[in-house]
């Protein structure tokens, strides 16, 4: 899991590791609005990245 702002930052961490997730055919899975509230209210997406073979 990560926060949901990889998805839109435009830092070269996150263009990176989008590149990464999408060369691997990975995926992101975005989780409901408030899914850890109330311990946080970021929201957060699951990060999918298929072993190799």
């Known amino acids: 899991m990560i926060?949901?702002?990889v998805l839109?930052?435009?830092f070269k961490a996150a263009e990176r590791f989008?590149?990464?997730v999408e060369?691997?055919?990975g995926r992101?899975?975005?989780l409901p609005e408030g899914?850890?509230?109330p311990a946080t209210?970021?929201?957060t997406v699951?990060?999918?990245i298929p072993a190799e073979q």
């Open 41 to 43: 209210g970021i929201n």
């Open 3 to 5: 926060a949901a702002g």
């Open 35 to 37: 899914s850890f509230a």
């Open 8 to 10: 839109h930052q435009q």
């Open 28 to 30: 992101f899975e975005e």
């Open 18 to 20: 989008r590149a990464l």
């Open 46 to 48: 699951v990060v999918v």
């Open 23 to 25: 060369e691997r055919d």
